[in-house]
């Protein structure tokens, strides 16, 4: 599947003499969006062959990749289950319109403690899940696994060989470890993390033995799923300007730091920035009622 690449006019880009376009793989579905329906295409293959019927995977409360499995295994007749962090969502997971959305696909939500959850990828913990639940075919958090890299090495395409820099959002790197194997050697793949930490280096370089990538080492909002009215202001502005809807915890923080960098002469003149679009809008309804509570702007629909 072959996705668009938008290209965006803003007076910034102009001023520096930079150009961004952005890749819309957040078209490909409303729900399985992005980089979701890349990682989860081979795996849902590998899945059919082994002859599995049930999906189980792990995620938080606003997870994509919730969703997206939740939705992807409706519509590919496998049953499903999510491991999802946090006992105390128990009682209220009506509330969250991610876990909703899920189980209106026929998720079945299993909640566990947040010490437990830790245990992800102890064998010994997806034993008590197999004794539980029967037999199922693993997708590991966020769904990164080698076969999800392999999805994700199809993002890019001949017809993106003129770009000089691929940026992408950073969850667990799976993403950008597909990007890096894809792209071209006068290509530099920037990742922008959605997390704190280092940890994710070590991750990528276990998919993509390559160099010409970097994770920039700025964080402008303060680590996974924190927003403030500065985020909510430019993706609502963005929209406006371009017609492109960003979400709070991926896309919009991406871009937000391209042109963090364009205005700091980080990218510099005559760069053609290919920025892909990882999807994850369903979020939106998430995060606005956590706004909503702050009394914080909520972000446009
Ligand atoms: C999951 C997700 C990411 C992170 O992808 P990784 O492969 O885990 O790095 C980025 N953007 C969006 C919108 C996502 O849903």
Same mark, same amino acid.
């Given at each position: 599947m072959k996705t668009r690449n938008q290209e965006v006019r803003l007076p910034i880009l102009e001023k520096n003499g930079v150009a961004l376009s952005i890749k819309r793989e957040d078209e490909i579905h409303p729900i399985i969006s992005g980089n979701k329906y890349r990682k989860l295409k081979y795996n849902l293959l590998q899945a059919k062959r082994l002859q599995h019927k049930t999906l189980l995977t792990f995620g938080g409360a606003f997870s994509n990749h919730i969703a997206a499995t939740a939705c992807v295994g409706k519509e590919e007749g496998f049953n499903t289950i999510g491991v999802i962090r946090g006992e105390e969502l128990e009682n209220k997971w009506q509330q969250n319109p991610t876990l909703k959305l899920a189980a209106s696909h026929g998720m079945h939500l299993h909640f566990v403690p947040r010490e437990r959850y830790r245990?992800?990828?102890n064998e010994h913990f997806i034993a008590l899940l197999e004794e539980k639940f029967g037999l199922f075919y693993l997708l590991p958090e966020g769904g990164t696994n080698t076969l999800a890299v392999q999805g994700c090495?199809?993002?890019?395409?001949?017809?993106?060989? /003129?770009?000089d820099v691929i940026a992408t959002a950073v969850g667990t790197g799976g993403t950008m470890a597909g990007l890096i194997k894809s792209s071209r050697t006068h290509q530099q793949v920037l990742g922008f993390s959605a997390l704190k930490g280092d940890f994710l280096k070590e991750d990528i370089r276990k998919f993509a033995n390559k160099s010409n990538w970097e994770v920039v080492?700025?964080?402008?909002?303060?680590?996974?799923a924190k927003v403030n009215r500065e985020l909510v202001e430019f993706i609502n502005n963005f929209k406006k300007s371009t017609g492109i809807p960003l979400d709070p915890i991926y896309t919009g923080k991406l871009v937000f730091g391209i042109l963090d960098r364009v205005k700091k002469g980080k990218i510099t003149a005559n760069t053609r920035v290919l920025a892909v /679009?990882?999807?994850?809008?369903?979020?939106i309804f998430g995060m606005n009622r956590v706004l909503e509570k702050k009394n914080l702007p909520l972000i446009d629909l």
């Amino acid at each position: 599947m072959k996705t668009r690449n938008q290209e965006v006019r803003l007076p910034i880009l102009e001023k520096n003499g930079v150009a961004l376009s952005i890749k819309r793989e957040d078209e490909i579905h409303p729900i399985i969006s992005g980089n979701k329906y890349r990682k989860l295409k081979y795996n849902l293959l590998q899945a059919k062959r082994l002859q599995h019927k049930t999906l189980l995977t792990f995620g938080g409360a606003f997870s994509n990749h919730i969703a997206a499995t939740a939705c992807v295994g409706k519509e590919e007749g496998f049953n499903t289950i999510g491991v999802i962090r946090g006992e105390e969502l128990e009682n209220k997971w009506q509330q969250n319109p991610t876990l909703k959305l899920a189980a209106s696909h026929g998720m079945h939500l299993h909640f566990v403690p947040r010490e437990r959850y830790r245990d992800k990828e102890n064998e010994h913990f997806i034993a008590l899940l197999e004794e539980k639940f029967g037999l199922f075919y693993l997708l590991p958090e966020g769904g990164t696994n080698t076969l999800a890299v392999q999805g994700c090495e199809e993002i890019l395409t001949d017809a993106d060989a /003129h770009f000089d820099v691929i940026a992408t959002a950073v969850g667990t790197g799976g993403t950008m470890a597909g990007l890096i194997k894809s792209s071209r050697t006068h290509q530099q793949v920037l990742g922008f993390s959605a997390l704190k930490g280092d940890f994710l280096k070590e991750d990528i370089r276990k998919f993509a033995n390559k160099s010409n990538w970097e994770v920039v080492p700025e964080d402008h909002f303060g680590g996974y799923a924190k927003v403030n009215r500065e985020l909510v202001e430019f993706i609502n502005n963005f929209k406006k300007s371009t017609g492109i809807p960003l979400d709070p915890i991926y896309t919009g923080k991406l871009v937000f730091g391209i042109l963090d960098r364009v205005k700091k002469g980080k990218i510099t003149a005559n760069t053609r920035v290919l920025a892909v /679009h990882t999807g994850g809008l369903q979020g939106i309804f998430g995060m606005n009622r956590v706004l909503e509570k702050k009394n914080l702007p909520l972000i446009d629909l």
